[in-house]
């Protein structure tokens, strides 16, 4: 079997900004955050990565704090519908995402596929198709 894609990691800034702006993107693409994890050895620790994925699936993304972001990354997500995408975008946007290009049929590049692209709070490219 050749191999398949398991999941990819994005380390974030900001953490508490980058949740916040994965929570309500990914949101509106049907994922939801699956898993929390701190600091096992403190009692009030605070959440320091979060795994991302479909409800009844695995995770297919994890968003974790540190000192050295992530950068330049493009991670695309397939969306069941165009109003999918529109929602993803301006659900992206309005936590703080920035547009890279807006909802849009692309056909030079993906014949009759319809996308949108947006920045994360670092720069990282995140698409719904």
């Known amino acids: 079997m050749p191999a398949r894609f398991d999941h990819v990691t994005v380390t974030a800034s900001d953490f508490a900004t980058a949740l916040r702006f994965y929570d309500s993107t990914l949101g509106a693409l049907g994922l939801s955050r699956l898993h929390e994890l701190g600091d096992e050895e ?13 409800p009844d699936g695995a995770a297919v993304l994890w968003l974790v704090a540190g000192g050295a ?16 995408v529109e929602r993803f975008h301006e659900a992206a946007v309005a936590a ?26 670092d720069g990282n490219l995140i698409e719904a198709v």
């Open 42 to 54: 403190e009692d009030d620790a605070e959440v320091e990565a979060a795994a991302f994925g479909p």
């Open 69 to 84: 972001s992530t950068r330049v990354l493009h991670v695309a997500f397939r969306a069941d519908s165009r109003a999918d």
């Open 96 to 121: 703080g995402g920035i547009s890279r290009n807006a909802p849009r049929r692309w056909p030079i590049f993906r014949r009759g596929e319809f996308n949108a692209v947006v920045a994360d709070p």
